[in-house]
């Protein structure tokens, strides 16, 4: 009975919010709180990095970010700037995200350090003159990664770290930032690359074990891990001479690793999820072939699906960035692989070779993709690749770029020959020719150039706008795909008479056509959309929703059901400077925004978090979870104030504007009884019909 008012009530609400073209929605905020207030403070600095969130199928929230520990333990990164070292911490909540466990150490490393090694922090020399003797250097570690695979209860959280007791842990110097006419060197030990592995169950999460997977021979960056059907896997870069700081020519505070020694390769490990609690990562392997004369390759993606042989079997895409390393031919390719998720020296077709997908006579860079096990039901649409490409590199304008897989005629789900169908190189459009010789891929077909008014557009046709931070969701054929664009990067980098807004165009038909690009932040010019976000909502609960369906008998819990209509956008700002006067990143206000007719309207923006440029009041670093009926969401983020910097949350809820009644939230609106008086009369309804049915039995 209580679900079917559930039910009931849903229907009624939706259906008045869809008579008004859902213009009288809008997300309601609770009260933020802090996640990361036990850690930092009174030890050492509140020094809280990169947050992430991961909402599992059971409720469960779990955020993982870094945070100092003690101010006595310190680190440097390759401009000297010196800082408490930090380990990676995770809290989680078992109750919508009101109350969090206390946060555990996971890393445990920022209090480790070889006592006989001594680093030079500032390039004063060995003795120090005139600045900071040489120092040990704690085992501090990089922005954490979580990844928590499908439907099951297995989380991985990565890391790079400082602390890698190996005996081979390398060291590169950088050229002391200050004048002088012999300027000295900052030493910065090699990072590697370690994984968590943990476990939900109903009352905890609990540890299973914390691996290190490389031996800082090389130093290692960009570690990303991901899971699905049958198994689970972690690629990262590996470059033999160092982190390489950036030219400070683009948009980011470099250090990236986006910039690479030649021989820099892609490095892979992968583990059943069978064994997931028992057994051990396997020996890492290169993906790429770079030897110290080749180019490097850089910035991986990775994605894992079902196999019909699950929960044995998976499949692997892997596509990353990698430098052409040729004088005359500046700027990288994009590669891409597929292969059978724990042999990625092999694949279907080509077998184990990256094929390049940009077009290798431009500067193709930052791959990100969307991949689906199944595909859509009309046009068969299983996968969305996105990078950004210009002729120019070193942050030259550019363009966002696109390929969309499809699945062919004779494809089956249930076969293993053909479940890798969708992915193939030779399934995308527009058609690559599906070789890794930059020679050959000269005969791939322009791809879609979806920052640009025509599709077919080369980036050339417009040398003059830039577009960048690109993302994108895709839903059976649907595809959204956004990203931040201004029309003269020139004008907007040095003055301020032109900003970056965060813009969505959508498809219908798997990518065969496209609306034109929508503006959805529209702000003044003295601020700059960054850091978007399109989530859409995750898969129904098997449990609780077994069809899907939120109305059928089985539904135990109809916010488990997946609406596929919903999807939530989000933007971060930053105060627009001048290149020339700039005084670094200034991060401001947060919004967030949904639609709930996939992009044919927009609630109107709700702002998370509103930053001050005279109080260093900055935020930014969004990150969207919600249930899978978009109903409700959970958000975090980087907020910075004089205490330091934390990382905050806050839950959100379906509320209709017009005041009063079923799932609204205004209490400043007067009292509509038109909603309420429905659903008493639809709920009275219903009792008379169940009484009526007992006194027939």
């Not at 207030?37 to 992430?52: C, H, M, Q, R, V």
């Not at 190189?425 to 879609?448: K, R, Y």
Request: proline share 7%; net charge negative.
């Amino acid at each position: 009975m209580k679900l079917q008012k559930q039910k009931l009530a849903m229907l009624i609400a939706t259906s008045l919010l869809a008579s008004t073209a859902f213009a009288a929605t809008q997300i309601a905020l609770h009260p933020s709180i802090s996640l990361s207030t036990k850690t930092g403070a009174p030890d050492a600095e509140n020094a809280a990095n990169k947050g992430k969130i991961v909402r599992l199928t059971d409720g469960t929230l779990i955020a993982v970010y870094g945070d100092a520990v003690n101010v006595n333990f310190k680190s440097w990164n390759y401009s000297g700037d010196v800082y408490s070292a930090r380990d990676v911490f995770v809290t989680w909540s078992k109750d919508d995200g009101v109350t969090w466990s206390d946060p555990q150490n996971v890393s445990n490393s920022a209090s480790q350090t070889d006592a006989s090694k001594f680093y030079d922090s500032d390039g004063n020399g060995a003795d120090g003159s005139g600045g900071l003797a040489p120092m040990n250097f704690y085992g501090d570690t990089d922005k954490p990664n979580i990844f928590a695979p499908g439907n099951g209860n297995n989380v991985m959280v990565t890391w790079p770290s400082k602390y890698c007791p190996s005996g081979v842990q390398g060291l590169v110097e950088y050229t002391a930032p200050y004048l002088s006419l012999d300027p000295g060197v900052i030493q910065v030990p090699y990072s590697c690359i370690y994984a968590a592995r943990l476990v939900n169950t109903a009352d905890t999460i609990n540890l299973i074990a914390v691996d290190r997977l490389t031996d800082a021979e090389r130093d290692a960056k960009s570690d990303v891990p991901r899971g699905g059907g049958g198994g689970n896997a972690i690629a990262w870069q590996e470059d033999p001479e160092g982190l390489q700081p950036g030219d400070a020519e683009g948009p980011g505070d470099g250090g990236s690793g986006a910039k690479t020694s030649n021989g820099t390769d892609v490095w892979y490990s992968w583990l059943p999820n069978k064994t997931f609690k028992t057994d051990s990562w396997s020996t890492p392997v290169a993906v790429t072939d770079n030897a110290p004369s080749s180019p490097g390759a850089s910035r991986p993606n990775v994605f894992i699906s079902k196999h019909p042989e699950s929960p044995g079997k998976a499949w692997a895409i892997l596509a990353y960035e990698e430098r052409k390393g040729l004088e005359s031919l500046a700027g990288k390719y994009v590669v891409y692989h597929v292969f059978a998720y724990d042999k990625p020296t092999s694949g279907p077709v080509p077998a184990g070779a990256g094929v390049i997908i940009s077009d290798p006579l431009e500067n193709g860079r930052r791959v990100r993709f969307v991949a689906k096990g199944t595909p859509g039901s009309a046009d068969g649409t299983r996968l969305m690749l996105l990078w950004k490409q210009g002729v120019e590199d070193q942050g030259g304008p550019s363009d966002i770029m696109g390929r969309v897989g499809h699945v062919p005629d004779g494809w089956d789900p249930l076969e293993p020959t053909t479940t890798s169908f969708g992915w193939r190189p030779q399934d995308l459009t527009p058609a690559v020719v599906g070789s890794g010789d930059p020679a050959t891929a000269l005969g791939n077909a322009d791809p879609l150039n979806l920052s640009s008014a025509n599709l077919d557009d080369r980036s050339t046709d417009n040398p003059i706008d830039d577009a960048r931070a690109h993302r994108a969701i895709v839903v059976g054929d649907s595809i959204v795909a956004g990203y931040s664009y201004t029309p003269d990067q020139a004008v907007a980098r040095f003055t301020t008479e032109e900003n970056y807004d965060f813009y969505v165009r959508r498809s219908k038909d798997g990518g065969q056509t496209w609306d034109d690009a929508q503006n959805l932040s529209n702000l003044p010019k003295d601020r700059n959309a960054k850091e978007p976000r399109l989530v859409g909502t995750p898969s129904s609960v098997p449990a609780t929703c077994p069809t899907g369906d939120a109305w059928a008998a089985d539904t135990t819990n109809i916010h488990d059901c997946q609406n596929k209509a919903i999807y939530y956008v989000a933007w971060g700002t930053d105060l627009n400077q001048r290149e020339s006067i700039s005084e670094g990143t200034i991060d401001l206000d947060l919004y967030i925004s949904r639609t709930l007719n996939f992009g044919e309207t927009y609630e109107e923006p709700v702002a998370i978090a509103i930053g001050s440029v005279d109080l260093g009041n900055n935020n930014g670093e969004s990150q969207i979870r919600m249930t899978p009926d978009g109903w409700y969401s959970y958000t975090s983020w980087m907020a910075t104030t004089d205490e330091g910097k934390g990382v905050d949350f806050v839950r959100g809820a379906w509320q209709e504007l017009t005041g009063g009644g079923f799932c609204s939230y205004n209490p400043g609106g007067r009292f509509d009884p038109v909603l309420p008086a429905l659903l008493l009369t639809a709920l009275g309804f219903i009792g008379w019909r169940r009484m009526k049915e007992h006194r027939q039995q």
